[in-house]
């Protein structure tokens, strides 16, 4: 699953929350969950989480896409 976040200003705790069980559910189903283009704000805050350690991030949508098949 690849979630753009280009237009995502900012998260809150529960915004985060519900990143993770959407996390938890893909990889039950198999799959991975990539991020696409955060904002140096939401890096900053998977990089403290830990979440940077689970999600793949992208810059672009080529570079995600070139990786995935």
């Known amino acids: ?3 753009d ?3 995502i200003k900012s998260l809150d705790s529960f915004a985060l ?3 993770i069980g959407i996390y938890k559910r893909v990889i039950l ?3 991975r969950l990539c991020i696409l ?3 140096e704000n939401i890096k900053r805050l998977f990089e403290i989480t830990g ?3 689970l999600l793949k991030i992208y810059n672009t949508i080529s ?3 070139s ?3």
């Open 37 to 39: 283009s955060p904002n």
């Open 5 to 7: 976040m280009s237009n």
């Open 17 to 19: 929350g519900v990143l």
């Open 67 to 69: 990786e995935m098949r």
């Open 51 to 53: 979440m940077d350690k």
């Open 29 to 31: 189903a198999g799959g």
């Open 63 to 65: 570079e995600a896409l």
């Open 1 to 3: 699953m690849l979630l």
